[in-house]
């Protein structure tokens, strides 16, 4: 089974500035990728980003990017120049396949990012 | 362009009632999944459907949940003889079976049981 851990249960960043949150995974499977997805107060889960592991450059989004290192297993979230609205829970989550052909995610418990004027 | 919908979006209830919620999925996705979140906590998964079937439902907590999706579009998650502690966000979400098989999610029901 797969098993995520994000140990910031919250941060704090200035606006404009950039900030790193924190995953680190855990699988048995050679090929897996890495999701994250943001969670306002409102309580829709956004898809943000998302890497395969057999991926060779860093995933980027706009300003979300992926730090992703294998040997440490963990793909931590990029945020730059951080914005008043990026204040939510942040998810990181790995797919666990199933015999049915698709996936169900693992979430880890999530990291409350609080962004400063 | 229309994401997921879910409804209700809150629904207060007394334990021991039996409560309905519905998921509709973006248009073109044929794979449906529903999660539970309890506070302080990532979704749990419950269970999956591909078109009508469904496909895992191993997850689901008790014999009290069950689910329908069955004409393939929209779902049903239904929850009976509620208790207190099913109080939680139920998410629905949906995915499209190619690329990368992103799971899109909906805004989700939040459910209180008195």
């Known amino acids: 089974a797969q098993k995520i851990t994000q140990t910031q249960p919250g941060m704090f960043v200035q606006e404009k500035e950039a900030v790193t949150l924190d995953c680190t995974y855990d699988?048995?499977?050679?090929?897996?990728?890495l999701f994250w997805y943001k969670q306002p107060s409102s309580g829709e889960m956004i898809f943000l980003i998302y890497?395969?592991?057999?991926?060779?450059q860093n995933a980027t989004e706009g300003r979300y990017s992926l730090n992703f290192q294998k040997a440490r297993k963990s793909a931590n979230l990029v945020i730059s120049a951080s914005q008043l609205g990026d204040s939510a829970m942040y998810f990181c989550?790995?797919?666990?396949?199933?015999?049915?052909?698709?996936?169900?995610?693992?979430f880890g418990k999530g990291t409350k990012l609080s962004v400063i004027p | 362009d229309t994401g997921v919908s879910q409804d209700p979006r809150h629904k207060i209830t007394k334990r021991g009632q039996n409560v309905t919620f519905r998921c509709d999925p973006i248009s073109e996705h044929n794979r449906l999944y529903w999660y539970r979140q309890t506070l302080g906590q990532g979704p749990e998964f419950l269970t999956y459907f591909q078109n009508e079937a469904q496909l895992e439902k191993s997850r689901l907590l008790s014999d009290r949940f069950s689910a329908e999706r069955p004409k393939g579009s929209f779902s049903t998650l239904e929850i009976q003889r509620t208790e207190q502690g099913d109080s939680a966000m139920y998410l629905c979400a949906s995915s499209p079976a190619s690329g990368t098989d992103t799971q899109y999610f909906g805004p989700g029901t939040r459910l209180t049981v008195l």
């Open positions: 989550a790995m797919p666990e396949y199933s015999g049915a052909g698709s996936y169900q995610l693992t």
């Open positions: 699988t048995s499977d050679q090929s897996y990728g």
């Open positions: 890497q395969g592991s057999y991926d060779e």
